[in-house]
């Protein structure tokens, strides 16, 4: 399929499916003219990208994933289950964070601060700070796991 095809049926723009292309997330082959044809997979390559992008994971960390999948043909259902798993263990920790920050956003997160009243009930002596910096009731241990 043509580059503009792709585009349409993405929903990305032309210059956009050339950066992931010199990003090495989907390799065309070349016709006699010169021109790019993608294979119809190549929908699918690229609908992960804008998903797994979308979750906050980078284009790097997106190319890691991607090179589980064969080039010149299209992945089978095993190819996928493949790189899957690995994704699956991180989508599964991105979603555990985002829960706790959900539960937790309106409440002390552990980031220290000490200057909200009940931080003296949830982090008193800022002991989150124990298990590293930043928002740690977010990132880290529950605040009765620090005790």
């Known amino acids: 399929m043509a580059i503009g ?6 929903g990305l723009s032309v210059s956009a499916i050339r950066f ?7 390799t065309p082959a070349r016709n006699a003219g010169g021109q790019r044809r993608f294979l119809r997979s190549d929908i699918r390559r690229l609908s992960f990208v804008l998903i797994a992008q979308e979750l906050g994971f980078t284009i790097a960390e997106i190319a890691g994933y991607l ?4 080039d ?3 992945p089978t259902k ?7 798993k690995t994704f699956r263990h991180q989508l599964d920790r ?3 964070t985002l829960t706790r920050l959900r539960d937790r956003l309106d409440g002390c997160i552990g980031c220290g601060c000490l200057s909200l009243e009940s931080c003296a009930l949830y982090n008193p002596e800022d002991r989150a700070a124990r298990s590293g910096t930043g928002p740690r009731f977010v990132v880290g241990p529950s605040p009765g796991e620090l005790e």
């Open 5 to 10: 095809d792709l585009a349409d049926r993405t």
């Open 20 to 26: 992931y292309e010199t990003k090495g997330l989907v």
């Open 67 to 70: 090179k589980g999948l064969p």
């Open 72 to 74: 010149g043909r299209s």
């Open 78 to 84: 095993a190819d996928w289950t493949r790189i899957s």
């Open 94 to 96: 991105k979603i555990e």
